[in-house]
């Protein structure tokens, strides 16, 4: 495989692991606690609006930051494999689009958080 794809597919997987850790972090780490006290897993407290909040901004802000990642070194070998091939444009738009598909879906993983949280 080529580096850059090498890159790619390593953001891609830390982007998923840390939208899986925000996502654990704010639906089971409640839960989990609520059943060591012996509480209802229902109910809400100031604690468990903040985790969620917390995991809502590490969803968001991780994948942002893996996305700017990810395009930087994708944009950059797509302007230079432009410049020699203008043919390429519908592959490289592809492969940029999938670098910055990485935010959007931390932003639908925040905005699922936030709409149980609220």
Known sequence: MPRITNK?????????????????????????AADA??????????????????AAALATGLSALGAGYAVAG???AAIGALAEKPELLGRVL????LAEGIAIYGLIISILILN???
Request: net charge neutral; aromatic share 12%; proline share 2%.
């Open 8 to 32: 790619l597919l390593a953001l891609l997987g830390v982007a998923a692991l840390a939208t899986i850790t925000a996502s654990f972090v704010f639906w089971f780490a409640p839960a989990m």
């Open 37 to 54: 006290l012996g509480a209802t897993a229902t109910t809400v407290t100031a604690e468990s609006v903040g985790w969620g909040y917390v």
């Open 74 to 76: 994708v944009g950059s």
């Open 94 to 97: 592809i492969m940029v689009g």
């Open 116 to 118: 149980k949280v609220l």
